[in-house]
């Protein structure tokens, strides 16, 4: 059974905005630091943007910083990614995930344990 679900994806134009969501079910995961990670067609999974397990600390790569947002309500066990001034590039897959290390912020893929099935989200020109 898949402990995170993602939605929230989408098609959307160019400097538009959408919010995703991710949910637990079965386990919380308000004790660890929550990340968000993408991957494009033929490229690599690539870390988006990351936040500790109280939500105060936020963390993001720099082509997503100033433009999206990550935040969590560990009351209703769900993490969540506003993403604003949408460029084509960032047309992807969008994954959430769990860090369960209590260390510093996981940039790589094999840092993160627990992973979400992924939401498609399309940005057009």
């Known amino acids: 059974q898949r402990q995170l679900v993602e939605s929230g994806g989408g098609l959307v134009q160019a400097g538009g905005s959408l919010r995703l969501s991710c949910g637990a079910s079965?386990?919380?995961?308000?004790?660890?630091?929550m990340g968000w990670l993408r991957q494009a067609p033929g490229k690599e999974r690539e870390f988006v943007a990351a936040?500790?397990?109280?939500?105060?600390?936020?963390y993001y790569a720099d082509s997503v910083k100033g433009r999206f947002t990550i935040s969590r309500d560990n009351a209703k066990n769900t993490v969540y990614l506003q993403m604003t001034s949408l460029k084509p590039e960032d047309t992807a897959v969008y994954y959430c995930?769990?860090?369960?290390?209590?260390?510093?912020?996981?940039?790589?893929?094999?840092?993160?344990?627990?992973w979400g099935q992924g939401t498609q989200v399309t940005v057009s020109s």
């Open positions: 995930a769990a860090d369960l290390r209590g260390a510093d912020w996981a940039t790589r893929q094999y840092e993160y344990e627990y």
């Open positions: 079965g386990r919380t995961f308000s004790g660890y630091h």
């Open positions: 936040i500790n397990w109280g939500g105060g600390r936020t």
